[in-house]
Every structure is written in structure tokens, then in C-alpha cells.
């Protein structure tokens, strides 16, 4: 029968009872999120985005992601990020506390994951996942959600965090649905926004009327009806304008044609001295020398 030498087994012993199945650490599988990339699974570093989902991704991972075309081995989880608009950059506020290099404590240099990198700048809770965490999608802003309601009653931030605009990050099983219902609407509104102002610039230009030939030529008649009716029509040539150069029409020949204007020369001039005269290549000295005027003189052709 066995059981000699005065052993007592016990319950455990005797009945089989069936393993319940492993539990997953929760805390670890949270600690894990908050800290590392949903696409590498590597260390979340600067610059660090967020999907509408509320996923955290480091920004080289979806450049990467973006330019494979070959998106099969991509995770099941990115489906919705197709270009660079789907995610913002979040602007995360340092934590003074956090110590790249001293964050392990102990004397076996236990790890301290529960101190983050980064804090909310209003309550100053840090960003490890045991608070729940919120930022707005238009500016990229992170903070706890117990700021929410401080930051909606300033006028100056109530604008940033509207309802339709606040994005959970790292959000449970349960509130994924939501998440998504609001991506779409979100996503509908920016398709709706972009289609009224295209029919708004489309309107516009409807307004300013291009002029067809048609329009130009009468408008261009109408201009010049309006020019003969002007005062520019009554400025008409005077008789004796029209006989000075009546003559100069019926000839081609310079000598024949008569200037209205007698021809003044310095010559002629009582008020200029003789020294003055001698000047010019019009002298009747400058007229009977064999070579040109000293002015005027050129060599290369005398």
C-alpha cells in the first residue's frame, strides 16, 4: 500500500485537481505599454506619437512603416495609419525625478519602472500607466485626466481639449471601440471641412467673369465712341498747322521742304563774342580749314 515509515500524505497528494491557467502580469503588461513602441517594441524615446487610437509609436517606426510599401508583416494594429497626418507628435513635459542613468536602485540594481520619463505638467502625476493619461489630437498636448476639467475653465486652453478632440492613451479593451467611432468622426469632420472650402474657393473664382473676344471688341468700341465724344476730340490741327506741312507731303525731298521754324545759329548771335564763336565748327574760320575742327577732328577719317 505504501506510505511506510509513518508518512501522512496529504489532499494535494491523493487528488489530482486541474492547473488553473497562468495569469498574465498585469501590472508588467502595463508598465511594458506605457514604455515601449507598439510596432518595435523598443524603448519610447523623443520624438514619441500617438495614433487616434492612443497607441505610443517612436516617430522613425511609422516613417519606417510608411515608406515599406510590402505592409504584410506590418502588426495588425497599424492598419489605420496609412501617412504621416494619422499620428501627432505628442509634447511631453521631463520628469525632474527620472534618471536615464540612475534609475535602477537597490543593491541589486532593482529596476524602478513605475518612475517615467515624463510627467503631467498640471498635477505632476508621472506617465506609468497606474494614471490615466489623455491628449488632444489637434496639438499634441499630454496631460492626466484630472487636469481636463482645470485646463477646460482657461480660456486659452479650453479651445485645445474639446471633447471630440481628447484622445485616451494606452486605453483598455473596452474603450477601443470607442476610440474608434471617435477616429471616424473625427476623420469625417476633416473630410467635410476640406470639401466645403474647396467649393468655397470654387465659388469665388466663379465670381470674377473671364471677358470673351466678343465682350473685349465692343467694350474696345464703346471705349473709342467714347474718346471721339471726349475732349481729346475736340483737339483738332489748325489751319495753318495743315498748310506748313502741305507741302511736305507732296515731296519726298529734304531741301524742298520747308521748316516752320526759322534755323538759329550761334553764328548769328549778337550777345556771343567772337572767342565764343570760334568754338564752334560753324565759324567761318572752322568752314575754310583743309582739316576738321579741333572738336570734331578725327584722324582715322581725314
Avoid at 477616429?183 to 470673351?212: G, I, L
Wanted: charged share 35%; proline share 7%; net charge positive.
Amino acid at each position: 500500500m505504501g506510505c511506510d515509515g509513518g508518512t501522512i500524505p496529504t489532499r494535494d497528494e491523493l487528488v489530482r485537481l486541474k492547473k488553473k491557467p497562468e495569469q498574465r502580469d498585469k501590472d508588467g503588461h502595463r508598465i511594458y505599454k506605457w514604455q515601449h513602441c507598439a510596432i518595435s517594441q523598443e524603448p519610447l524615446r523623443k520624438p514619441v506619437v500617438a495614433c487616434e487610437l492612443g497607441r505610443l509609436y517612436n516617430k522613425e517606426s511609422i516613417i519606417e512603416l510608411l515608406l515599406n510599401k510590402d505592409r504584410t508583416n506590418a502588426p495588425a494594429n497599424t492598419e489605420h495609419i496609412e501617412k504621416l497626418k494619422d499620428v501627432i507628435e505628442l509634447k511631453l513635459h521631463d520628469n525632474p525625478a527620472f534618471d536615464a542613468k540612475k534609475h535602477a536602485v537597490g543593491d541589486g540594481l532593482y529596476n524602478d519602472a513605475l518612475i517615467s520619463p515624463w510627467i503631467c505638467p498640471v498635477t505632476g502625476l508621472e506617465m506609468n500607466g497606474r494614471f490615466k493619461f489623455v491628449f488632444a489630437f489637434t496639438t499634441g498636448k499630454v496631460v492626466a485626466e484630472r487636469a481636463i476639467k482645470v485646463l477646460r475653465k482657461d480660456p486659452a486652453e479650453a479651445p485645445n481639449f474639446k471633447e471630440e478632440d481628447v484622445v485616451t492613451i494606452n486605453p483598455e479593451e473596452e474603450e477601443l471601440d470607442l476610440m474608434n467611432s471617435m477616429m471616424n468622426a473625427r476623420r469625417a469632420r476633416v473630410k467635410a471641412a476640406k470639401k466645403a472650402a474647396k467649393e468655397a474657393k470654387r465659388k469665388n473664382d466663379a465670381d470674377f467673369k473671364v471677358p470673351t473676344p466678343g465682350s473685349s471688341s465692343s467694350s474696345s468700341s464703346s471705349k473709342s465712341a467714347d474718346s471721339e465724344d471726349g475732349p481729346s476730340a475736340a483737339k483738332k490741327p489748325k489751319p495753318e498747322e495743315l498748310s506748313a506741312f502741305k507741302d511736305q507731303k507732296k515731296t519726298n525731298d529734304p531741301s524742298k521742304i520747308k521748316s516752320s521754324k526759322p534755323k538759329s545759329s550761334v553764328q548769328n548771335d549778337p550777345n556771343a563774342s567772337e572767342v565764343y564763336k570760334r568754338l564752334f565748327s560753324s565759324h567761318k574760320d572752322a568752314v575754310n580749314k583743309k582739316h576738321g575742327h579741333w572738336i570734331t577732328f578725327d584722324p582715322r577719317y581725314n
